[in-house]
């Protein structure tokens, strides 16, 4: 089965092609395609997402990055005899991109002159991530699902973050083996707008043990790399920064709710913080002070997030741990989770995206649409009720016992 999944949620326009064979946990991945355009340099101007200037940017580069992701599939070896969409044909695809004009030129420019690849399924970030980009990647997704007749399936973005690290070792054009988990096992989410601690009982089957109350982990690193002074994203600025630091005594900072008898986060107290370190400092903060404050707020943040995730690992008995979204990037964080994990649960696996899998991509999306469609045997809903979803949730919360 071959999958086309196309990723919008935020600033990367992603667009991967996967072939699946034999049945989990003996499935072999193949990528066929996969293709990446971060905008990040441009939204570095605003210090973070502007969601309008995110939406024009997809309208411009989905084309290209698909056709991209065509070519490195081998299915743009044959060309089309078609120049144009049949008049029926262009009036649909016309009414699905009339909100983006600039996808709809080169979308009618572009697909009459290609062959109908052999794909099975089409899968497309449905929520959650901002509105109008999330749009934009639908509205192509259900304009080539109609063009060539290929079913469309809705993915929950958090869903690809959850099950991105269980592809192992994965190189394009290669096929890849799959990880395999033990149930019941703890996803811990940490990504630009969602820290999450998720019980799996199952694939598929989720129960949300506690979130942030406040900022998310990603947002957090951002908002204090902003104040340092470094560009956005600031997550691996602050990484780079922290390598050269060290334990510093003038730089002592919180670690919010550690002790919480729930398992919800809190990263706004830590920001805080640092802004009044900062403010204290003024302009006399060397590069040294800088790393070294990086180092503390890593290390506060990887601390928090390691001791709760680990005690809802003992409560919860889970046998594996799951890491996902672009902060599973953290050298730092993984490290402190492993080392926490090997210590205290020896017998857990700690499953971690590999390069390139922890921040926005569609491959995750592909996977999850995988794992919800082809390997469940769901049959997607129809085209034309899949909406985008700001803040469409993977789980709900599971009340805490008395
Ligand atoms: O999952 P993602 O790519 O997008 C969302 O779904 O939000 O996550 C992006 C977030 C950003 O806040 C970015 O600063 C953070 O992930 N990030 C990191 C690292 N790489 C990306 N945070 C800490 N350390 C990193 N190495
Ligand atoms: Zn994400």
Same mark, same amino acid.
């Given at each position: 089965m071959k999958i086309l999944a196309i990723e919008t949620s935020c600033d990367e326009t992603a667009v991967s092609i996967i072939r699946a064979e034999g049945e989990y946990p003996d499935t072999t991945i193949t990528i066929l395609g996969n293709v990446v355009l971060s905008q990040a340099q441009l939204h570095a101007e605003y210090g973070g997402? $502007?969601? =309008?200037l995110a939406k024009r940017e997809h309208s411009r580069n989905l084309v290209p990055v698909f056709k991209k992701a065509l070519e490195q599939a081998g299915f743009l070896n044959r060309q089309s005899a078609t120049v144009n969409l049949p008049t029926s044909q262009l009036a649909n695809v016309q009414t699905i991109l009339?909100?983006?004009?600039? *996808?709809y030129e080169a979308f009618v420019e572009f697909i009459p002159k290609i062959e109908k690849p052999d794909i099975d399924l089409i899968a497309v970030t449905a929520g959650p991530g901002l509105e109008p980009a999330l749009w934009t990647g639908i509205n192509f997704a259900k304009a080539l699902a109609r063009v060539w007749d290929i079913p469309l399936a809705p993915v929950n973005h958090m869903e690809g973050h959850l099950l991105s690290s269980l592809l192992d070792q994965w190189r394009p054009g290669h096929g890849a083996r799959m990880r395999s988990i033990t149930f019941p096992a703890l996803g811990l &989410?940490? /990504? @630009? @707008? =969602?820290?999450? *601690?998720? &019980?799996?009982?199952? $694939? *598929? /089957?989720y129960e949300l043990l506690g979130s942030t109350r406040d900022d998310a982990v990603g947002e957090a690193f951002d908002k204090v790399a902003r104040m340092m002074g470094l560009v956005y994203p600031g997550g691996p600025e602050i990484s780079r920064y922290a390598v050269r630091g060290k334990e510093n005594s003038d730089f002592v900072l919180p670690r919010p709710m550690l002790h919480s008898d729930d398992f919800d986060f809190s990263f706004s107290g830590i920001k805080t913080a640092v802004m009044y370190l900062l403010r204290e400092r003024k302009k006399s903060l060397t590069e040294q002070g800088k790393a070294d404050l990086a180092y503390a707020f890593e290390t506060a943040v990887a601390d928090v997030l390691a001791q709760k995730t680990l005690r809802a690992a003992e409560e919860y008995g889970a046998r594996t741990l799951v890491l996902g979204g672009g902060v599973s990037a953290n050298n730092a964080i993984c490290n402190t989770l492993r080392a926490g994990a090997e210590k205290r649960l020896p017998q857990v696996a700690v499953l971690i995206p590999e390069a390139g899998l922890a921040t926005d991509n569609a491959l995750m999306i592909a996977l999850a649409a995988y794992f919800r469609y082809a390997a469940a045997g769901t049959t997607p809903p129809h085209p034309e009720t899949i909406r985008a979803c700001g803040t469409l949730s993977l789980a709900s919360r599971r009340s805490r016992r008395a």
């Open positions: 997402v $502007f969601p =309008h009339e909100r983006e004009p600039a *996808l &989410l940490i /990504s @630009g @707008g =969602h820290t999450e *601690l998720v &019980l799996m009982r199952d $694939f *598929l /089957s």
